[in-house]
């Protein structure tokens, strides 16, 4: 597959692709190898979703301000679905 997400950090992810939701709102599907816990500790991470870059054969895009995960499932195929929602990052 052509398409890739890259997160904040610079991790880049394979095979994965960003949907948009509306202008508050992304999807993100990806062929996750690891855990569900594994999934939530890189996508529950606003510093790694402030900004996402992707890539899905030859369009790019930028998506900036996802910060709040308000669902993720990981199908027992290996296919990994999160949902964004735009914030604004709080110290707690």
């Known amino acids: 597959m052509n ?13 994965a692709y ?8 992304i999807a993100i599907y990806a ?3 690891g855990t569900f816990f594994e999934a939530a500790a ?15 054969y030859g369009d790019a895009g930028t998506w900036e301000g996802f910060i709040i995960p308000d669902a993720m499932q990981l199908m027992d195929t290996g296919v990994l ?3 964004l929602n735009k914030g604004v990052e709080q110290n707690v």
């Open 81 to 83: 679905t999160v949902t």
């Open 31 to 33: 062929a996750w190898p």
């Open 42 to 56: 890189v996508f529950c991470d606003p510093e790694k979703t402030r900004e996402i870059l992707s890539w899905q």
């Open 18 to 25: 960003v949907v948009s939701l509306g202008e508050e709102r």
């Open 3 to 15: 398409e890739w997400i890259e997160l904040a950090d610079g991790t880049r992810i394979p095979d």
